[in-house]
């Protein structure tokens, strides 16, 4: 089982970046989909973006443009560049990783890193 720890989160002002990091305990190179939630103050948790491995990625509509997803295998990491924010992406960002299993796809989530952004 990998575990997961995000670093990264932080205060900044909209329009400002930020990179956010996950580390995993074990390798990641058995995950076939790697990526980031977020949730909100009295909100779901929503998908943002993820990234297969073949490294194609896929955004929500609302982070497209503004957030880029990415893998190292070799440090067993995954990153999000987090960039022209809004107060609307304040949340506590999770990342995840999809591995196969003999009963199916096996979902592991981080413990989150909270983004605030404002003024």
């Known amino acids: 089982q990998v575990q997961l720890v995000e670093s990264g989160g932080g205060l900044v002002q909209p329009g400002g970046s930020l990179r956010l990091s996950c580390a995993a305990s074990g390798t990641i190179q058995s995950a076939y989909l790697m990526g980031w939630g977020r949730q909100a103050p009295g909100k779901q948790r929503e998908l943002v973006a993820h990234i297969r491995s073949g490294g194609s990625t896929q955004y929500a509509d609302s982070v497209q443009g503004r957030f880029t997803i990415s893998r190292d295998n070799a440090k067993n990491a995954i990153y999000l560049q987090m960039s022209s924010l809004k107060p609307e992406d304040t949340a506590v960002y999770y990342c995840?990783?999809?591995?196969?299993?003999?009963?199916?796809?096996?979902?592991?989530w981080g413990q989150g890193t909270r983004v605030t952004v404002r003024s």
């Open positions: 995840y990783v999809d591995i196969a299993s003999n009963s199916g796809p096996v979902r592991s």
